[in-house]
């Protein structure tokens, strides 16, 4: 399972620095939007694991359900001349680090208690 884990990372990693792909500068907003909210589902669903409580189906709603509510809100705050970007990325980067903090405790205790 490790294996496979690595090898996709390394499988994307290698697409993403090879393929050239160029984002106009107009979407940057929306794309970072949503990569913050994607990069919130991810960390969700690692805590969500630990917790003996994942559900696959809540992770993949929660991952492109919130990229893409993320990423419809920036453009409607474009559109309505309001930048309503910087709500999502307070919110889902506070998500980020608290649920990064609950992993970082959880590792952190785990290992002491092998030591």
Do not use: H
Request: glycine share 8%; aromatic share 16%; proline share 3%.
């Amino acid at each position: 399972m490790a294996l496979i884990i690595i090898l996709s990372l390394a499988l994307g990693l290698a697409i993403g620095f090879f393929l050239p792909i160029n984002l106009p500068p107009a979407y940057t907003s929306y794309l970072s939007v949503a990569i913050l909210a994607a990069l919130d589902s991810v960390f969700g669903g690692i805590r969500a694991s630990l917790e003996n409580k994942f559900n696959n189906a809540i992770f993949i709603s929660g991952f492109f359900g919130n990229a893409i509510l993320a990423a419809v809100l920036a453009y409607i705050g474009d559109v309505l001349g309001v930048p309503i970007y910087l709500a999502a990325i307070f919110a889902f980067g506070s998500r980020l680090f608290t649920n990064f903090a609950y992993i970082r405790r959880y590792i952190l205790n785990n290992f002491s208690k092998k030591q």
